[in-house]
Nanobody
Framework: QVQLVESGGGLVQPGGSLRLSCVASRNSFIINTMGWYRQVPGKERELVAIIRNGGSTDYADSVKERFTISRDNTKTMFYLQMNSLKPEDTAVYYC??????????????WGQGTQVTVSS
């Protein structure tokens, strides 16, 4: 089973920056996509950014030009650099991978979530 551990959330003032990290605990799997999602109370979880196996990326319109998703060369760690943060970016952020492992096939895996609060 793939386990994801996130870090990097916290409290930041509007206009500030944060970097979220996500590490996969197991490397004997095949990853198709790595992504970051966020959720606020009473709303559905939404996609923030995604990076595919080939390296292409997509972003929610609300974060384009401010957030950047990247990964390391081993493809077991990935990041979300968040700049020019706004109060509306406040949410719990979850990392996600869609990966194949023997015995489980293709499956979504989620991190535990990290709180990001943008407030003065």
């Amino acid at each position: 089973q793939v386990q994801l551990v996130e870090s990097g959330g916290g409290l930041v003032q509007p206009g500030g920056s944060l970097r979220l990290s996500c590490v996969a605990s197991r490397n004997s799997f095949i990853i198709n996509t790595m992504g970051w999602y966020r959720q606020v109370p009473g709303k559905e979880r939404e996609l923030v950014a995604i990076i595919r196996n080939g390296g292409s990326t997509d972003y929610a319109d609300s974060v384009k030009e401010r957030f950047t998703i990247s990964r390391d060369n081993t493809k077991t760690m990935f990041y979300l650099q968040m700049n020019s943060l706004k109060p509306e970016d406040t949410a719990v952020y979850y990392c996600n991978v869609f990966a194949f492992s023997s015995g489980r096939g293709w499956k979504d895996y989620w991190g535990q979530g990290t709180q990001v609060t943008v407030s003065s």
